[in-house]
């Protein structure tokens, strides 16, 4: 079985958010970065689908060098190789386009990433890739289990679960509980130096959408205290004065 | 050229988000000199869709072949595109949730369409076509132009305040061509909590933290939650846990949730739960432990013991009644 990995490399959860050049640029001072959640999600699954099935795993990333550690750590985790596609991302959409171009020159059973990016939270980019492709897509799944060449899974639905299966190849977006995040050990870490990492040039497309400004949203306003014995209180003001009841 | 709503159904009616979404497209049509197209796929009755005039819609397109009865993005993507050209529609406009991104994402790349989910305000169309997103999980927003000749847009609840008219929508069948790929996966179960309310839909959250102190202590919440018409969620640690169900985790990693109220009880406020809520235009925190972060973010707050607190808040809203 052939998986490709999709993985971003995203702010670390509790990294402050603040913007340079009049707004246009992402402030990365101090900031540290992640193999993105979910896509770390989906990287374990697929460590295990591995070891289970045999294949080969190759963890694919859009992004420019400065993905390399991230890239590294999931090579360390259990990736046999990667691929970098040497570029700024500029929208789901041109993500999606460099991914779906990789995986036609390849033919992957299985292409795993997150339900979305915790950077821009679009949760799309395994809908468009797998259109592009013409091979059915499906997320956010959070159990997977693969036999004779069958999917079986999982998928979050409104207030509930849905149980699915279906032929390979599929396109998952993939969230917690579909396995247990993984830790590089020191084999791995040693390992992972000498695993190829292919720089690739991006194929150039039209921008189909411009990020032209970002904002802050604005500070949010004290929080009004209500003494314990007086909790009933709480029910009038969001009634007359936040007027959300 | 109209613009294009695709709306989920929850029981043969619209669900609550899908009408935001169609009363934003009635705004964008109007801004752009067209009219609003509403597309149903599923079982409805005809008087449930012509809800949608109310918001805005002239026109529904209903699609209610037995085959789509069961949510399939797949399909309904494939649906949708026949829509847009049937309609020769180039704005396409659904709510966010797992289906409306899924169904935007694969018609976007069938129409080669620019794609932006998240959106938190009404397009700017002065000059061109500019969008402001969250993004950073709502720590942030981004102003986004498309250039591209068909535009897929996944609104935010809460994006515009929808108002209802008395204007009625007329509703005709649309028969498109389904295609066998897009059943290729069989649906061997479905696990539903029916009765509760929808997350993502609810105006009210009603939300427990680990200073719930266990699974078996959930009633004075629950309580609140049902005097109030609230949906229930939880955090992170209580999910995993299992004190409560995975799909009522709320947070970075779990639902991400825009209430008009959002009552956080004995939960501290991690920063990965913040993201899962800032969304929500009030929000109230009950702890015990007066330095808890969460009321940095809160509109209100009260220092003070969940289980004596919930009850008595379950109280007063009874007798307000």
């Given at each position: 079985m052939k998986i490709l990995v999709c993985i971003t490399s995203v702010p670390d959860t509790t990294a402050k958010i603040s913007f340079t050049?009049?707004?246009?640029?992402?402030?990365?001072?101090?900031?540290?970065?992640?193999?993105?959640?979910?896509?770390?999600y989906a990287l374990a699954r697929a460590v295990e689908l591995k070891e289970q099935h045999g294949g080969s795993l190759t963890v694919l990333n859009v992004g420019t060098s400065d993905s390399d550690p991230q890239i590294r750590k999931a090579l360390a985790i259990g990736a046999d190789d990667a691929i970098r596609i040497d570029t700024e991302p500029t929208d789901s959409y041109f993500v999606a386009a460099q991914i779906a171009e990789i995986a036609q020159k390849n033919s992957y059973d299985l292409i795993l990433m997150g339900r979305e990016s915790i950077d821009f939270n679009s949760g799309v980019v395994h809908g468009l890739v797998g259109e592009m492709l013409g091979i059915p897509s499906y997320s956010p799944v959070m159990k997977l289990e693969i036999t004779d060449g069958k999917a079986e899974f999982a998928r979050e639905i409104d207030g509930g679960k849905e149980f699915l299966e279906a032929d390979l190849p599929l396109v998952l977006g993939c969230q917690?509980?579909?396995?247990?995040?993984?830790?590089?050990?020191?084999?791995?870490?040693?390992?992972?130096?000498?695993?190829?990492?292919?720089?690739?040039?991006?194929?150039?497309?039209?921008?189909?959408?411009?990020?032209?400004?970002?904002?802050?949203?604005?500070?949010?306003?004290?929080?009004?205290?209500?003494?314990?014995?007086?909790?009933?209180?709480?029910?009038?003001?969001?009634?007359?004065?936040?007027?959300?009841? | 050229m109209s613009v294009i709503i695709f709306v989920e159904l929850d029981n043969g009616s619209i669900k609550k988000s899908s009408l935001e979404a169609i009363y934003y497209g009635s705004k964008v049509a109007e801004s752009t000199q067209t009219t609003a197209t509403v597309l149903a796929i599923g079982s409805a009755e005809e008087s449930a869709l012509k809800e949608a005039g109310k918001f805005g819609a002239q026109k529904v397109l209903h699609a209610n072949d037995g085959k789509l009865?069961?949510?399939?993005?797949?399909?309904?993507?494939?649906?949708?595109?026949?829509?847009?050209?049937?309609?020769?529609?180039?704005?396409?406009?659904?709510?966010?949730?797992?289906?409306?991104?899924?169904?935007?994402?694969?018609?976007?790349a069938k129409l080669k369409a620019g794609i932006v989910s998240g959106v938190t305000e009404l397009p700017d169309t002065s000059s061109g076509f500019t969008v402001t997103r969250a993004i950073y999980t709502g720590k942030a927003f981004a102003s986004v132009e498309l250039n591209s000749d068909t535009k897929v847009l996944v609104v935010r609840k809460n994006a515009v305040e929808a108002v209802a008219t008395e204007a009625s929508a007329s509703v005709e069948v649309f028969a498109p061509t389904l295609q066998d790929s897009d059943f290729a996966a069989t649906v061997k179960n479905v696990e539903k909590a029916s009765s509760e309310l929808s997350l993502t839909d609810a105006d009210i959250i009603v939300s427990g933290g680990r200073g719930m102190k266990g699974p078996d202590h959930w009633d004075p919440l629950l309580e609140l939650a049902d005097a109030l018409g609230a949906a229930t969620g939880c955090s992170k640690p209580v999910s995993d846990l299992d004190w409560r169900p995975h799909h009522e985790h709320i947070g970075q990693t779990g639902i991400k949730v825009a209430p008009n109220l959002y009552i956080a009880c004995g939960i501290s406020g991690a920063i990965q739960h913040l993201a899962g809520v800032n969304g929500s235009k009030c929000i109230v925190v009950i702890n015990k432990d007066p330095e808890a972060p969460f009321f940095k973010a809160a509109d209100y707050g009260i220092v003070g013991d969940v289980f004596d607190v919930l009850p008595r808040l379950t109280k007063a809203v009874e007798a307000a009644k």
């Open positions: 050049q009049d707004n246009t640029q992402f402030n990365k001072t101090g900031v540290q970065f992640i193999i993105g959640p979910y896509d770390d917690e509980p579909i396995a247990e995040w993984k830790i590089p050990n020191m084999r791995g870490i040693m390992t992972a130096r000498s695993k190829p990492l292919n720089v690739v040039p991006a194929t150039p497309m039209d921008d189909l959408t411009v990020l032209k400004k970002y904002t802050l949203p604005a500070p949010k306003g004290e929080c009004k205290m209500i003494a314990a014995e007086d909790a009933e209180q709480l029910i009038a003001l969001l009634r007359t004065e936040a007027k959300v009841l | 009865s069961h949510e399939n993005s797949l399909a309904y993507a494939n649906v949708l595109a026949q829509a847009v050209e049937q309609e020769g529609s180039k704005i396409i406009i659904m709510a966010k949730s797992g289906l409306g991104d899924a169904v935007a994402a694969r018609v976007a």
